[in-house]
């Protein structure tokens, strides 16, 4: 069970970091339409744990945050490193599988939505935001399966002692039984010589009580 559960984090291991994490473009139904978005996919964390851990930014940003038809909005976000000026922020998750989900943000800049072309510099930094916050969460996951994995791998290894402990002890009453019933098989030889010593002296006593009976029985 051991060789098993290290196997497995040894192959999910390698799955993430063969899966590296890229933001990507593309167009999404956010904000009302079709519209420029950015896409990442995040590993192992759940949906409610991304939208609840993507609105926490968005409220540190001063983002107010409602829910829409086609998803979430945190309205007037204001990124210092960009400016004073508010962003509409329009995201939402989709579920890949159940390992896998997609965080896609479409950010109204205030008349236009942000695409690469004609915004290269918030569209770096919302990438990045998202490309950090995607590598966060899924690390977080796993982090937060490899200790509930790790509990169980423990109470397995405990189980294993206990087992290994039994084992010791039954070996050791198996050797007590065996130079037991060693003891006792010399017992029963020596018993064996003792009883057919025993059958020859009574009937050696015997004969002499027979005589001595006919000794008594002739005297007139």
């Known amino acids: 069970m051991k060789h098993c559960i290290l196997a497995l984090f040894t192959f999910l291991s390698l799955q993430i970091s063969a ?4 933001v990507e473009e593309e167009k999404a139904n956010l904000g009302g339409g ?4 950015l896409v990442v996919t995040i590993y ?9 851990g993507w609105k926490t930014i968005m409220k540190g940003y001063n983002g107010k ?3 829409k038809d086609d998803g979430h909005m945190a309205d007037n976000v204001v990124i210092k490193e960009l400016g004073n000026n508010t962003n509409d922020v329009y995201y939402k998750v ?8 997609k965080l896609i943000v479409a950010v109204n800049l205030g008349g236009a939505f942000m695409n690469s072309k ?3 510099a918030q569209n770096d930094f919302y990438k990045k935001l998202m490309k950090d916050f995607a590598s966060k969460s899924s690390k977080d996951a796993f982090a937060d399966e490899l200790k509930t994995a790790t509990k169980a791998l423990t109470k397995l290894e405990g ?15 198996i050797e007590n039984f065996k130079a037991k019933i060693k003891h006792d098989e010399e017992d029963i030889a020596k018993n064996t010589t003792d009883l057919g010593k025993s059958k020859t002296d009574i009937e050696a006593q015997k004969k002499v009580v027979d005589e001595l009976t006919k000794k008594k029985d002739a005297v007139n």
């Open 19 to 22: 899966q590296k994490i890229k």
């Open 65 to 67: 945050v409602s829910t």
């Open 118 to 120: 004609d915004h290269s």
């Open 94 to 101: 989709e579920k890949v599988s159940d390992k896998e989900h």
């Open 159 to 173: 189980t294993q002692k206990g087992l290994e402990k039994d084992q010791v002890d039954l070996k050791k009453e």
């Open 44 to 52: 192992e964390a759940s949906e409610d744990d991304i939208n609840s």
């Open 34 to 37: 079709k519209n420029p978005a």
